[in-house]
T-cell receptor
Framework: QQQVKQSPQSLIVQKGGISIINCAYE??????FPWYQQFPGKGPALLIA?????SEKKEGRFTISFNKSAKQFSLHIMDSQPGDSATYFC??????????????FGTGTKLQVIP | SAVISQKPSRDICQRGTSLTIQCQVD?????MFWYRQQPGQSLTLIAT?????????ESGFVIDKFPISRPNLTFSTLTVSNMSPEDSSIYLC??????????FGPGTRLTVL
């Protein structure tokens, strides 16, 4: 119930195309859904996040779509650029047990944007 | 936001030895976290470190193997004890600041021979 399933595992997109990464969760206690971007040799960096009271959040070329009833959320990268090539992790956060918040990470998607 | 630094950035260690990883944050934070990320894998929480109390370990991680110190609100250490090649991984320090935002350090890449 604490799992966050992420797909695809890897993704190759042409420059200028749209990259789409999907995540699904089970536990309705999750109430915060961030996405992280990680370049090789670096720690994950917070990219964008959403709460379940909104269905979409956009920041520049990055958009989160959230479907509460389906317990799914996705990251869309518009006009993908080679500099977007990285591994992306979705995550879900909520009070799961013991009264404190826990973050569960997806398995990651390695995105490659080719010129 | 929070700026997190870790030392060392990488190390190569011999089997049976121990390594202490330091994490420094540029602001005071209540909760700090230590994660492990094996090559090409996701992040696994090792423990939560609160200042002034014992660290809380996740299933599969024990204090004897991964002792943690949290002497103040800006600093923590994680020790990887009696290392084996299976401990080769990236170890990440993380903090939560306002509005649920979680930030990660650059990581310590550990190789155990």
């Amino acid at each position: 119930q604490q799992q966050v399933k992420q797909s695809p595992q890897s993704l190759i997109v042409q420059k200028g195309g749209i990259s789409i990464i999907n995540c699904a969760y089970e536990n309705t206690a999750f109430d915060y859904f961030p996405w992280y971007q990680q370049f090789p040799g670096k720690g994950p960096a917070l990219l964008i996040a959403i709460r379940p009271d909104v269905s979409e959040k956009k920041e520049g070329r990055f958009t989160i779509s959230f479907n509460k009833s389906a317990k799914q959320f996705s990251l869309h990268i518009m006009d993908s650029q080679p500099g977007d090539s990285a591994t992306y992790f979705c995550a879900a956060k909520g009070i799961i047990s013991g009264g404190y918040q826990k973050v569960t990470f997806g398995t990651g998607t390695k995105l490659q944007v080719i010129p | 936001s929070a700026v997190i630094s870790q030392k060392p950035s990488r190390d190569i260690c011999q089997r049976g030895t121990s390594l202490t990883i330091q994490c420094q944050v540029d602001s005071q934070v209540t909760m700090m976290f230590w994660y492990r990320q094996q090559p090409g894998q996701s992040l696994t929480l090792i423990a939560t470190a609160n200042q002034g109390s014992e660290a809380t370990y996740e299933s599969g991680f024990v204090i004897d193997k991964f002792p943690i110190s949290r002497p103040n609100l800006t600093f923590s250490t994680l020790t990887v004890s009696n290392m084996s090649p299976e401990d080769s991984s990236i170890y990440l320090c993380s903090v939560v600041v306002s509005h649920n935002e979680q930030f990660f350090g650059p990581g310590t890449r550990l190789t155990v021979l």
